[in-house]
């Protein structure tokens, strides 16, 4: 119900569009979020957004390098991101949750989220 796409190869301080599209069900009453885990890493939060009003929350390491948004036409999320550093290199997960507020307590845990999308790997050369 979940695909992520747009991964890819990208130099450092190139950009990258992630796209998430929803099938099977309307998200747009949902809280979204992207997740990545790194190689030998855990997964962690990377951003959120909720779809009824469009407010958007960040993790500290990509705040301000990236922004997520939604397109309710197309029931899909995006996540443009800039100034790509070699430490964003991971595989990324796109999710939904659809009961919680839109607390960062909550809105950062990936137990949080009902649904999850295939990764998409994006790979950020030095």
């Known amino acids: 119900q979940l695909q992520a796409s747009g991964g890819g190869l990208v130099q450092a301080g190139g950009s990258l569009r992630l796209s998430c599209a929803a099938s099977?069900?309307?998200?747009?009453?949902?809280?979204m979020g992207w997740f990545r885990q790194a190689p030998g890493k855990e997964r962690e939060f990377v951003a959120a957004?909720?779809?009824?009003?469009?407010?958007?929350y960040y993790a500290d390491s990509v705040k301000g390098r990236f922004t997520i948004s939604r397109d309710n036409a197309k029931n899909s999320v995006y996540l443009q991101m800039n100034s790509l550093k070699p430490e964003d290199t991971a595989v990324y997960y796109c999710?939904?949750?659809?009961?919680?507020?839109?607390?960062?307590?909550?809105?950062?845990?990936?137990?949080?989220?009902?649904?999850w999308g295939r990764g998409t790997l994006v790979t950020v050369s030095s």
């Open positions: 099977g069900r309307t998200f747009s009453s949902y809280i």
């Open positions: 957004i909720n779809w009824r009003d469009g407010n958007t």
């Open positions: 999710a939904a949750d659809r009961r919680s507020l839109f607390v960062a307590a909550v809105i950062t845990d990936e137990q949080t989220y009902d649904y």
